[in-house]
C-alpha cells in the first residue's frame, strides 16, 4: 500500500498569496493532520480532521483552515501568506477511533518558501 | 508551541558505540511514538509504545514508556553511519485527536 502522499513537493509563493496543499492518507485511515516544521524544531500540530470533521486545531491564526473530502484525503491552506509561514508542512495520516491504537505515520512534506 | 524537553540536542559517536536519548514531560501521554528525520524528508517511525512500562525493539533500536507516562527513551545499540539523522520522540494525549507532541529532536552524526 503507499504512504501517505502529499502535493506538491517544493512551492514558492509571494508574501499575501494563498496557497493550497494536498494530502492523501494511508489507505484505510481515517484521520489526517496536519504539522508546521520550521527549520531547526520538531513539527507543531496545525489541525486534525476525523470523519470529515475538525477534531483538533492548534495555535495558529485563522488565515489557516482545512477540510477532509468524502475519500477521506485533505487540504490545508493558507491565506495572506506571511515569510514567517515558509516552512515544511506536514501530514500524517492513522486509524484513528477508540478501537485502534494511535500509530501516527507522516507524509514526505511540502516544503513552502515565502518570498 | 508546547514542546518535549528531549536530550541531548546533539550527539558525535563512533560507530558501533550504543546510543542512548530520552523525553521528559510535565503531562501525561498515552502513546509514545520515536521517529527518525532526514534532510528534506518527513518523519518515519521507529516505535511506537502504548502502555505504562513498555519495552519494545525493532532491529538495534529499543525504547521504553516511562512508568510515569511521562517519559520514554530511546536507545540504539552498535551504531552504523546510517544511523545519521535527527531523532524526535512525540507523545499523544487524547488517542482520538492525533495531536503529537514533539521534542527538539536529538541529531545524531556517526564517525565511520
Known amino acids: 500500500d503507499a504512504g501517505v502522499t502529499q502535493s506538491p513537493t517544493h512551492l514558492i509563493k509571494t508574501r499575501g498569496q494563498h496557497v493550497t496543499l494536498r494530502c492523501s492518507p494511508i489507505?484505510?485511515?481515517?484521520?489526517v493532520s496536519w504539522y508546521q516544521q520550521v527549520l531547526g524544531q520538531g513539527p507543531q500540530f496545525i489541525f486534525q480532521?476525523?470523519?470529515?470533521?475538525?477534531?483538533g486545531r492548534g495555535n495558529f491564526p485563522d488565515r489557516f483552515s482545512a477540510r477532509q473530502f468524502p475519500n477521506y484525503s485533505s487540504e490545508l491552506n493558507v491565506n495572506a501568506l506571511l515569510l514567517g509561514d515558509s516552512a515544511l508542512y506536514l501530514c500524517?495520516?492513522?486509524?484513528?477511533?477508540?478501537?485502534?491504537?494511535?500509530?501516527?505515520?507522516f507524509g514526505e512534506g511540502s516544503w513552502l518558501t515565502v518570498v | 508551541g508546547q514542546q518535549l524537553n528531549q536530550s541531548p540536542q546533539s550527539m558525535f559517536i563512533q560507530e558501533g558505540e550504543d546510543v542512548s536519548m530520552n523525553c521528559t514531560s510535565s503531562?501525561?501521554?498515552?502513546?509514545w511514538l520515536w521517529y527518525k528525520q532526514d534532510p528534506g524528508e518527513g518523519p518515519v517511525l521507529l516505535i511506537a509504545l502504548y502502555k505504562a512500562g513498555e519495552l519494545t525493539s525493532n532491529g538495534r533500536l529499543t525504547a521504553q514508556f516511562g512508568i510515569t507516562r511521562k517519559d520514554s527513551f530511546l536507545n540504539i545499540s552498535a551504531s552504523i553511519p546510517s544511523d545519521v539523522g535527527i531523532y524526535f520522540c512525540?507523545?499523544?494525549?487524547?488517542?482520538?485527536?492525533?495531536?503529537?507532541?514533539f521534542g527538539q529532536g536529538t541529531t545524531l552524526q556517526v564517525k565511520p
Open positions: 512525540a507523545g499523544l494525549a487524547d488517542g482520538n485527536t492525533g495531536k503529537l507532541i
Open positions: 503531562s501525561i501521554f498515552n502513546t
Open positions: 500524517a495520516s492513522s486509524r484513528a477511533g477508540p478501537r485502534f491504537r494511535n500509530t501516527i505515520y
Open positions: 480532521y476525523y470523519e470529515k470533521e475538525e477534531r
Open positions: 489507505s484505510g485511515h481515517k484521520s
